[in-house]
T-cell receptor, first 113, second 116 residues
C-alpha cells in the first residue's frame, strides 16, 4: 500500500475560522511533509517532520501550525488565514528522509473567503 | 541555490507519438531525481526515481535518463495515449546536509496534451 490519505478533499473557511487538515500513511515512513501549491506553480515546501519531530519550517506564518501526533499521522492546523492562503495543500511521506522516493496524497483544496 | 527548469512548459502531440520531456538543474550535487505526474487539481503520482549514481530507470512505457554532470534528465514516454495527458514535474533532492535534508526542489512542470 503506497497510499497517503488526506482529508478533507475540499475546504472552504472564513478568515476567522479554525480548521485542520489531516494526513495519514501506513507505509512505515518516518518522514512526513506539508507542501503548498498555487495554481500553475510547483509545490513549495512548508514543513518537514522526521521521527515525529519538526525538522524544517520554511519560514511559514504562524497561522499555519503543524502537528505530528504519531508516526502515521500529520495534521496542519489553520487559524486566521488570508484569501491568499487559498491553494492546494499536499502531504507527502518518504521512508527515512528526503533522499528516497516521496509519495504524495491527493491534496486538500483550500479556499479562504 | 538550486534551480530546476522544465522546457517546454506545454506540449501537444497526437496519440501514438513518443513524448520527450526535459528537466535541467543548476547544481549537480544532487542525491536523486524524481519524476511525478499531476492531473488537474489532484496530488502528485510518483513515476520514476533515479539515484544520482544511476544513468537511467525504466517502468513500462516510461524511461528516464540522468546526466548529473551536465545537470539534465529526460523522461521518455513511448507510444503516447490520451490518458497520458497531465502535467509532469521533476524534482531533485540535494545531497545530505542538515540544512538541505528533506527539501525536494521542483521544476514548474510540462503540461502535456495527447490528442486522439
Amino acid at each position: 500500500d503506497t497510499e497517503v490519505t488526506q482529508t478533507p478533499k475540499h475546504l472552504v473557511m472564513g478568515m476567522t475560522n479554525k480548521k485542520s487538515l489531516k494526513c495519514e500513511q501506513h507505509m512505515g515512513h518516518r518522514a512526513m511533509y506539508w507542501y503548498k501549491q498555487k495554481a500553475k506553480k510547483p509545490p513549495e515546501l512548508m514543513f518537514v517532520y522526521s521521527y515525529e519531530k519538526l525538522s524544517i519550517n520554511e519560514s511559514v506564518p504562524s497561522r499555519f501550525s503543524p502537528e505530528c501526533p504519531n508516526s502515521s499521522l500529520l495534521n496542519l492546523h489553520l487559524h486566521a488565514l488570508q484569501p491568499e492562503d487559498s491553494a492546494l495543500y499536499l502531504c507527502a511521506s518518504s521512508p527515512i528522509g528526503g533522499w528516497t522516493e516521496a509519495f504524495f496524497g491527493q491534496g486538500t483544496r483550500l479556499t479562504v473567503v | 541555490k538550486q534551480e530546476v527548469t522544465q522546457i517546454p512548459a506545454a506540449l501537444s502531440v497526437p496519440e501514438g507519438e513518443n513524448l520527450v520531456l526535459n528537466c535541467s538543474f543548476t547544481d549537480s550535487a544532487i542525491y536523486n531525481l524524481q519524476w511525478f505526474r499531476q492531473d488537474p487539481g489532484k496530488g502528485l503520482t510518483s513515476l520514476l526515481l533515479i539515484q544520482s549514481s544511476q544513468r537511467e530507470q525504466t517502468s513500462g512505457r516510461l524511461n528516464a535518463s540522468l546526466d548529473k554532470s551536465s545537470g539534465r534528465s529526460t523522461l521518455y514516454i513511448a507510444a503516447s495515449q490520451p490518458g497520458d495527458s497531465a502535467t509532469y514535474l521533476c524534482a531533485v533532492s540535494p545531497t545530505m546536509t542538515t540544512d538541505s535534508w528533506g527539501k525536494l526542489q521542483f521544476g514548474a512542470g510540462t503540461q502535456v496534451v495527447v490528442t486522439p
